[in-house]
């Protein structure tokens, strides 16, 4: 995990431009061509911004890749109302003031057809009004959030709180016990997140012993675990993140936490973040997402994409829902669909049949955008990490809605 996350720009741009055939417009910017020329139109233009180098480019990189796994599909199937599609990618890098400049370059520059892409909640407040307000263009949102996100134009294709929180907390409550710790990351997503999960908790009959946030870097966390161990808290819901949440679980681990028979629950949990520890370390960690790999032993479809995924892109970027490849791959169908029921692409003709598009099959099942709401209803499935890897102990009952907007 972190061997990969350290990614360097220069080892970077060679293996990208050599995995996808893209050519270099710029810094950190890149093109795949049309397949085909289209003597009547030119090609429908579609952006991806996300981070390919930076923190968590394990996760903006497996998005990048998803989407041209998408876009090479849709053109081998003929493309969009005739036309091919074109593929500009930018590295927003993690950073973002870097970000937006090159966001701009989609815009203003390629002048796509819609942007998808941001990862991490402070990217997407930071390249909205760049695509949505300033730019007048479609963006599609791909990311587990904390909800809130209501602006016109923008689409959400990842879990919110709702479909996250609403029938996992119960099973933790039912699995672990009622005295929950919520140590988080100092950002709005934990801070959001924390909200609603506290009114999970308490409505089934839960304890909230304490919430505490620590700075984004923050790698010692002692007297966090010495209260956890002294309050007897029964389930770590945690929101720390990376890099922080590596060392954070290992001295849960080694203060006897799990021993005694504790839970840890993380919500952004998949398979590239079940490499940070040891397999003992997060033995029995609970996540709630709309896709795990051990979902294709018994869904044809979800085996279909995974084998596609990895045939291509071999590797230790991975196609995994809680770093938005799912989101990608579900934002990218829907707004197919909604292309081909307007049977345009201007912003106003997809956006309107967007509100209400739905696919009949992908990660996870099938998905539908809930019309007037700009999120998604999908399927969520718990699941509980033992060996190092994944067991799903829990699924919905149909679509989950996400109670937004």
């Known amino acids: 995990m972190f061997d990969r996350t350290q990614l360097s720009r220069r080892r970077f741009l060679s293996n990208f431009a050599f995995a996808s055939g893209a050519v270099a417009t710029g810094v950190g910017s890149w093109v795949i061509p049309a397949p085909w020329a289209n003597a009547a139109e030119a090609p429908i233009k579609v952006g991806i911004a996300t981070d390919l180098t930076g923190p968590i480019a394990y996760a903006g990189n497996a998005d990048a890749n998803v989407a041209k796994m998408v876009i090479k599909e849709i053109n081998a199937g003929g493309g969009l109302l005739g036309r091919p599609l ?36 402070s990217m997407r407040n930071a390249i909205k009004d760049p695509i949505v307000a300033r730019g007048k263009t479609l963006y599609i949102y791909p990311q587990l959030y904390e909800g809130k996100e209501c602006t016109p134009y923008l689409f959400c294709t990842g879990p919110t709180p709702a479909q996250q929180c609403d029938e996992f ?5 039912k699995n672990g016990g009622k005295k929950f710790a919520l140590p988080s990351a100092n950002y709005v997503w934990p801070h959001t997140l924390n909200v609603y999960a506290r009114k999970v908790i308490e409505a089934n009959g839960g304890e909230v012993v304490f919430e505490e946030y620590y700075p984004l870097d923050q790698v010692d966390f002692s007297a966090t675990v010495n209260r956890i161990i002294s309050n007897k808290v029964d389930v770590v819901f945690n929101t720390v993140i990376p890099p922080g949440v590596g060392p954070f679980f290992k001295q849960l681990y080694e203060a006897g936490f799990l021993k005694n028979g504790g839970r840890l629950a993380c919500v952004y949990y ?9 397999a003992a370390e997060i ?24 084998a596609a995924y990895e045939k291509d892109f071999p590797g230790n970027f991975l196609f995994a829902a809680g770093s938005a490849a799912t989101g990608t791959y579900r934002g990218l169908k829907l707004w197919e669909a909604a292309v081909k029921e307007a049977g345009k692409v201007d912003r106003e003709s997809v956006a309107a049949a967007l509100d209400h598009a739905k696919i009949a099959e992908g990660p996870g099942g099938p998905a539908e955008m809930v019309p007037g709401k700009r999120h998604c209803k999908m399927k969520m499935y718990t699941a509980v990490a033992k060996g190092g890897n994944y067991e799903i102990v829990g699924r919905s009952n149909g679509l989950v809605d996400p109670k937004e907007c």
């Open 86 to 121: 074109e593929l500009y990618i930018e590295d927003t890098a993690s950073n973002e003031s870097v970000a937006v400049g090159n966001v701009r370059k989609l815009i203003q520059r390629d002048k796509v057809d819609m942007v998808l892409g941001g990862i991490t909640s």
């Open 169 to 173: 907390i119960p099973w933790l409550i």
């Open 270 to 278: 998949d398979e590239n973040t079940l490499n940070i520890n040891q």
């Open 283 to 306: 033995e029995g960690l609970a996540s709630c997402l709309d896709y795990f790999k051990v979902l294709t032993k018994e869904n044809p479809f979800d085996a279909k994409i995974q």
